[in-house]
């Protein structure tokens, strides 16, 4: 994705979505996938700023609600913030 110059929130979206949709892990999925995000967006010097209760709860819509990629590019498109 970054080859073909993707923005980093649609590579950081498709990673957290493909990480807890499909459960690759025994468990913490959701964590697991919130910070290969985190780690997505920390190379372009970029982080997710929201509070704690708004993450867990995007989080936990991918699997309670659907939430599609889309979305969640949306969602981190609007809470991403430089880092330092």
Known sequence: ????RDRPERIAASALHFIVAEHPFWDA???????????I???FARRIGAPRDEVEGTVRAIDAA?????????WIQSRAVPTG
Not at 29 to 39: I, K, L, P, S
Not at 66 to 74: C, F, N, P, T
């Open 66 to 74: 659907g939430l599609d990629v889309r979305a969640l590019e949306k």
């Open 41 to 43: 967006l920390q190379l």
């Open 1 to 4: 994705m970054a080859a073909r």
């Open 29 to 39: 999925n959701h964590r697991t996938g919130f910070h290969a995000a985190q780690v």
